[in-house]
């Protein structure tokens, strides 16, 4: 296929129908310029004397480069999430703009049926690398400001009610998730108007909770949690001190000249939840982290168009791999 410079907007510009639109070598040429802004680099050895191989023989890929210094071949796609991928450049677009511009998620099943591929466990492991994508690096720096910390239970499914010797069901422990159930405790540190950041812990404690904070929050923000015991003594290690609020008599908001309230983080676990129950109906433990990676992007990224959020997205590919081997086979009963 003779390669074609676009003739359209530029991705972040674009709505879906535009994304619907793209020929294979217009989608080819996105990805290019996303990955490589001036010129193309070999993955390889990082030269940048390569060249694009042209020809009209099928049997010529679209997109091969040949690097001159470590001689090997290349697309756009080695050493991205998309490398061994037989998904095509125009598939993959949509697919990045699909999951960028549905607030609570986008099934694999949809996915499946939007892009005609093949089968759903190829549609659930281009799902995940798109998660992959949208991680944060460590290069995103920690939180600042406000940052609203909370905690929730996601996922799981029912399971009997414990009970005493004497067949009495034992109530709920207060902070430690529902009784009888197999759900995973989720935390989420929320910058006040700003970025996102969540993932599953393995206990809720103090000591687990108050090493997130320390890990993702600037020394200078101010924490805002609500009345829960964990966080007792934080706010001697931030310049902003520690502020809660007082969900068990209903207090959710006080304070005059600033807010103090865990508002914002609850909003969050809203559209998260919304997303577990609604669009993916189950999620294993073993994968959760990566459904909080794809709801904290979004979510740091809400005021930004679908399509400028779908241009971050795409420039986050290089160097990260996940080989489906390495994903696992959790594919029964929902999104695994």
Sequence with gaps: MKYEPPKFKTLHEMAFIDVCRLSEPQALHILESIRWPEDPVCPHCKSKNVARIKGKVKSVRDGLHRCYECKQHFTVMVGTIMEDSHITYRQWIQAFHSMCSH???VSALQLQRNLGLGSYRTAWHLAHRIRFAMQEGPLAGALKGIVEVDETWVGGKPGRPKKDKKGKVIPNQKGFGPNGTNKTPVVALIERNGRARSGPVEYVCAKTLKGVI???VDKASTIMTDESKCY???GKEFGGGHESVNHSIREYSKGEEIAITTNSAESYFALLKRGVHGTFHHVSKKHLHRYCDEFSFRWSNRKKTDGERTEM?????????VPYKKLGTALKGGEG
Excluded: D, L, M, W
């Design 232 to 234: 007792k003594g934080i």
């Design 313 to 321: 997205a795409v420039s986050g590919i290089e160097g990260k791999r």
């Design 103 to 105: 607030k609570k998620g």
């Design 214 to 216: 320390r890990e993702n």
